[in-house]
């Protein structure tokens, strides 16, 4: 009878202490993962999808500007051609949206009525004029200043930065009233000679 009760008190002590060697080893386990998933959680994968439409289609169609069937693209590289932008006003904000990361480049051309007697049409980017008026006006979100002159942004690469954000495109006139793209002329000084109307392209990648 002794025997039996020694066998079990061994054999209890040996559990005892079995659990007792595997307890740490689990605790060390689970407070293992903790940092793992605290360096997951800290390194979050790419949360700007780039390859989106920057024109919502429906916008689009109804804008007062004519728009190539590129700045309905929906992956990079984007090639968006606006024709007759808005002349009739200081600032215009366009529905083309431009994310952080963007890789932008501006080129425009063409010529603006800007109304008046005689020939009065003007170059939309490097206006020849005495007032230092008739330049055409842009801003690109995080990249360039807010409407700088085409004239100092054409040619540029530009990288977006912070939110990004909409498309701005304005005009320099003392009267904006009698602007716009009708009864076309060879231009003051015949600047615009066999010129067109009034474009921006911008092309994203």
Known sequence: MRKRVMTVVAAAALAAGAAASTAPSASASATGTAPAAAAAASHPGPSVNR???RVPATTAAAANVIYSSGCSGTTLPIDCTITEPVVTQRETTYPFSFLPGDH???????????????????????????????????????????LARLVNVVGRPYV????????????????????GYTAHDNGTGNQCLNSVNAFVRIVVS
Do not use: F, M
């Open 104 to 146: 932008v480049t501006v080129t425009a051309g063409g010529c603006v009525q800007t109304g008046g007697h005689g020939l009065t049409w003007k170059r939309y980017v490097d206006p020849a004029s005495d007032g230092d008026l008739y330049h055409g006006l842009i801003t690109v979100p995080g990249a360039t200043g807010d």
């Open 51 to 53: 390859d989106v439409r």
């Open 160 to 179: 977006v930065g912070g939110r990004g954000g909409s498309l701005k495109l304005g005009y320099e006139d003392d009267g904006y009233s009698d602007n």
